[in-house]
């Protein structure tokens, strides 16, 4: 470990560690926090329904962003090219959709 790495014990409760499936994220940001809705679009259900929001402020969200590349980098070297089979991304007027 570094010597600016901090160790902590997580501790996640019993309903939370089932985790919740996200096919949808929608992204959306002001001066002062970025707002991350999730959502799952699943066939014959009418629309997706938000189940997680989570709103951080800009400096976790670039640490979020910087996580993310890092570990999808260590996925696709051990397990191949993710493919996102050019599915487009919704414009800024609409949020971000991932």
């Not at 002001?30 to 997680?52: C, R, T, W, Y």
């Not at 976790?60 to 890092?70: G, S, T």
Request: hydrophobic share 35%.
């Amino acid at each position: 470990m570094e010597n600016n790495e901090k160790q902590f014990n997580l501790e996640i409760r019993p309903e939370i560690a089932g985790g919740e499936y996200s096919n949808l994220a929608i992204i959306t940001h002001s001066h002062s926090e970025f707002i991350l809705d999730f959502a799952k679009m699943l066939p014959g259900l009418p629309k997706p329904q938000v189940s997680n929001r989570i709103i951080m402020t800009p400096e976790h969200a670039k640490r979020l962003m910087n996580a993310l590349v890092d570990n999808i980098q260590k996925y696709e070297s051990q397990f191949g090219k993710i493919d996102t089979y050019n599915i487009p991304v919704m414009g800024p007027a609409n949020g971000s959709r991932s």
